[in-house]
């Protein structure tokens, strides 16, 4: 299987503080990369990078390089705002905006320039199937988003996240906030929706990164350990440090 | 007040119990406490007890005359003229006045310390904002007077230059003073309820694709939008109870105001500048009018009321 992103000795500070070092890796297409490590190595800020929500903090410095389907997404000629449209993101809170429940899943489509109600309406609505949620909030489209329960609202996020038609998913710890009913109806949804998208996705949580994921990622301290497919990165691991991790001896 | 009641139950519970020795000195803590409870109720009423002294004394003086006048003439009357013969009490010209002069400077303030604080609370680098708000401040203590007196040598003038008209004191001159001296509370406000959006909101609107222009303005202020709805009315409040800095600029002739650069008169300083020598019913009227603009402050402090609440409903 292909890769869609590939990252090329690429370094980040947050200042002086190197957070990511010397990354390599290769993101196949159409399936789910699973980031595991322990707090504070790296996982986010690598999930911030692909779509370059770092730009916003100050002092953050990169080297090295990052390709999107073959384009330096760092590179002048990038426009920041269709990467983001192709690398779409899930937060680790649920945080849709105080606005109805429609216009949060329309407001991604009005932002890249749709404006016909008759083909909002249709995005709203495939985006709300395809996160599992349009059964549930059909009838109170109009309603203000923030009255709908957490998990309904991460698949509301995933629902705004999916009508922009992003080719990529980076997720992280989408159901770290979330209760187990809600956290397995996120994990199935995930699930599905490999069909479409490729997926990156951080957790914490080693059932599930074995549960959902085709490929894992283990960092450590910024540097990445070890990379492969979910089934012998788990059954199998090469490094020690891996093995030490996922059988719960530090982290 | 309710946990203070709870400890001296509990004091009281405890007390009751048999430990001998310790009981004098509880009850004489417990009376110390009842005493400084008393004193910061006492204090807290002085406020209450004001603002209930004014609405009471201002009713009383002031219904007295709109009975003579009738409240019509008085509310209606397009002319006063309270030291002629024949006295006119109508104070249609000042209420007129108050409403375009606040508008004016609602219409000119609003804008500008709308969009100030939106780069401030968003777009500013740390240094720049903190510098700009120290300035901001500064403007909110500046005393009125001091506006007036610049507005005088240098707005007034400059009209009058510009316009090619023959006094530039008037409406147009009180207007852009109000909206100079509005700007502080409009900014103020509205960059703490900027700065309070969640950051969230802002980072999913980017993720979207989403410019962070369009991002302050399609998430980050309708998110705020009470708070800023609220800093508006706070200005409307300023700009209308404003008596000496208008005074200086706006001429302070009982005309309506059916020009910009017409001398006009507002309600405050009709009160202001009569109430010294006057005497009888307009002295009394005096009163009314202070009554009416009263009820003008009263309405737009329901409405902060209203905005505020709703705000932190949410
Ligand atoms: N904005 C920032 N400024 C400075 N340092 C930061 C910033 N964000 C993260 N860091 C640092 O970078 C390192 C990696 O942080 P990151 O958030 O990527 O970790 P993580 O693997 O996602 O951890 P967790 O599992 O707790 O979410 C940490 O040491 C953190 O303190
Ligand atoms: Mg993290």
Redesign the interface.
Known sequence: MGSIISVKDMCLWYGNYQALKDLNIEIPEMSITALIGPSGCGKSTFLKTL?R?ND?IPGVKISGGIYYEGTDIFSNEVD??????EI??V?Q?P?????SIYNNVA??PR??GIKSKVQLDEIVEQALRDAAIWDEVKDRLKKNALGISGGQQQRL?IA??LA?QPKVLLMDEPTSALDPISTSRIEDLIMELKKKYTIVIVTHNMQQAVRVSDYTAFFLLGELVEFGKTDDIFSQPKDKRTEDYITGRFG | MAKKKKTSTEQVIRSTEPQGINLDHRKKKQILENIVHGIFLLLGLIAVGCVLLITVYLFISGIPAIHKIGIVDFLFGREWASTAADPKYGILPFILTSIYGTAGAVILGVPIGFMTSVYLSKIASPRVKSVMQSAVSLLAGIPSVVYGLVGMLVLVPGIRKVFNVPDGAGLLAAIIVLAIMILPSIIKMSVTALDAVPKEYEDASLALGATPIETYFRVSVPAAKSGIAAAVVLGVGRAIGEAMAVMMVAGNVPNMPDSLFQSVRFLTTTVASEMAYSSGLQRQALFSVALVLFMFIMLINATLNFFLKRDGNK
Do not use: D, E, Q
Request: proline content about 8%.
């Open positions: 779509n929500m916003l920041v705002s269709h990467l983001r449209k779409g993101m937060f809170h945080n849709p905006f105080p606005m407001y991604g932002t890249h996020c705004r996240a922009i």
